[in-house]
């Protein structure tokens, strides 16, 4: 018996350091693009238009060539039900209602006319995207690398029009809405090719195909982590720190293996880590919820409003000087006005012109999950463990807590200042936050609200695991040119 478990630990052993030779060979060169984009996209993410960017390039809105009341708007829409998007900005010189179904549907109605407005034609986008700009080029795109996503369907196709400037900017106008739906620079698109792309594996015709994406980097992640496990199990099974290997070292390898050896002690949990919980952020089996909060949530959150009484004399009432957007979102049952100005958002109830309050979100959040009930509401006025600021995404304080009893034990953080539900976090989506936002972003108590600290601690690891990845790349070439050779 004893032998035979010498015999099969034996080939245990040799079968583990051959799948780790060639789990290196096959998944070396993903391990270092991992690493080294992982650290551009610390400082450049995903091209995206932030509300601040889309709101800069609006005119304030020209209130006196507002004649159509958000009511009749809305009929002229053609779309259903409640919309999950609603609001007045300007396209160009003329007031617009952009309005937004829940099947994704999209229509733009003029506030002048109350005619609904067609596909945009080339010259009213080049017109609207690049005033001001002589050398501006035009170009047709259905889908491209940086609107490869699913959140740009409703906006298909698109007018790019790039300005000819200094930074390489390009803008993509929808022709559905005749909104500019992203922009990008040429620093942006430069780095996110050797960032984002490569660590995401972001090629446009992989990456339209959602699905056929998600499962492949589901298996190319699993495997790689493979890789990384068997690694770590075999730098600790050969490291020696009493019975020591000859001339007092601790290790059994020579020359590149055993630097190879020694970077993998000190920075193998932290590869294993970055590997795994890139695995988990793929999802599989689905055990994870959105921190999205789903349509029948936000439907329900809606409530079923009245038809919108206001005319539009009365819109301008609601709005402060230099308003360039002015929303109206459906909470409780009831139609607000949300007012986006220079002093910031302000809130009010279209029939009665109350403000808005954290009671009255309280009160239409009870019957977002009717199943569970709402348990307590809190106002954060401080960043904690599951609201915190990433990155680029500052994330806005104050922000209520609605804690609910339902059998997934959801939380929604709402904006008090506009009633919008910014994440949802069930009990699954609370592990997730460890496993990868803690374990890949290291979104960890005392670095997240430290850049420098965070971005050291980002660095340190990273660099031990290139060290990790560059030696085992060199040694596995080094033995596949030797076995090629033979």
């Not at 809105?61 to 004649?67: E, G, L, N, R, S």
């Not at 229509?107 to 700009?133: K, M, Q, Y």
């Not at 195909?209 to 496990?229: I, K």
């Amino acid at each position: 018996m004893v032998s035979l478990r010498r015999r099969l630990g034996k080939a245990g052993r040799r079968w583990l350091l051959l799948f780790h030779r060639w789990a290196g060979i096959a998944a070396g060169l993903f391990f270092a693009s991992w690493i080294g984009s992982g650290l551009v996209m610390l400082y450049v993410p995903f091209p995206t238009l932030t509300a601040a960017e889309r709101a800069a390039r609006l005119a304030p809105i020209a209130w006196d060539q507002v004649a159509v009341a958000p009511g009749d708007a809305l009929r002229a829409s053609g779309l259903t039900g409640t919309p999950t998007d609603f609001a007045l900005e300007m396209q160009g010189a003329e007031p617009v209602y952009r309005i937004a179904g829940r099947d994704g549907a999209r229509a733009t109605v003029s506030a002048r006319t109350g005619g609904r407005l067609g596909p945009l034609p080339p010259e009213d986008a080049l017109r609207l995207a690049a005033e001001g700009f002589p050398n501006a080029r035009l170009e047709p795109v259905v889908r491209d690398q940086w609107t490869v996503t699913a959140r740009y369907d409703p906006l298909r196709p698109f007018r790019k029009v790039a300005l000819g400037d200094a930074a390489g900017t390009e803008l993509y106008v929808s022709q559905v809405t005749g909104e500019i739906a992203l922009d990008t620079t040429r620093f942006e698109r430069a780095w996110n090719w050797v960032g984002a792309v490569a660590h995401w594996i972001y090629l446009t015709p992989l990456r339209a195909r959602a699905e056929l994406w998600r499962t492949v980097l589901l298996w190319l992640s699993g495997f790689a982590a493979l890789g990384a496990l068997s690694g770590l199990a075999i730098g600790i099974w050969r490291l020696r720190l009493r019975r020591r290997y000859a001339g007092g070292t601790v290790t059994p390898y020579r020359g590149l293996a055993r630097w190879h050896h020694l970077f993998g002690l000190a920075g193998g949990i932290g590869l294993c880590t970055f590997i795994l919980s890139g695995w988990i952020s793929m999802n599989p089996n689905r055990w994870f919820a959105s921190s999205a909060a789903p349509a029948e949530i936000r439907a329900a959150y809606a409530g079923a409003p009245p038809v919108f009484g206001l005319n539009a004399g009365t819109l301008r009432g609601f709005a402060e000087p230099g308003t360039r957007v002015l929303r109206f979102a459906a909470i409780g049952g009831a139609w607000w006005i949300v007012a986006e100005g220079a002093a910031g958002l302000s809130a009010h109830r279209a029939d009665d012109g109350s403000i808005l309050d954290a009671a009255a979100i309280v009160q239409a959040a009870g019957a977002a999950l009717p199943g569970g009930g709402l348990r307590t509401a809190e106002q954060l006025t401080a960043y904690d463990l599951y609201w915190y600021p990433h990155g680029s995404d500052p994330r806005p304080l104050p922000v209520l807590r609605l804690q609910f009893g339902d059998p997934s034990s959801t939380w929604l953080h709402v904006d008090p200042r506009d009633g919008t539900i910014l994440q949802r976090l069930d009990r699954s989506g609370r592990i997730n936050r460890w496993l990868f936002d803690a374990a890949h972003r290291l979104d960890l108590p005392g670095l997240t609200g430290n850049r420098r600290l965070h971005d050291a601690a980002q660095w340190i690891l990273n660099l031990l695991a290139t060290g990790i990845a560059v030696t085992g790349i060199v040694a596995d070439w080094r033995r596949l040119r030797r076995s090629l050779s033979a």
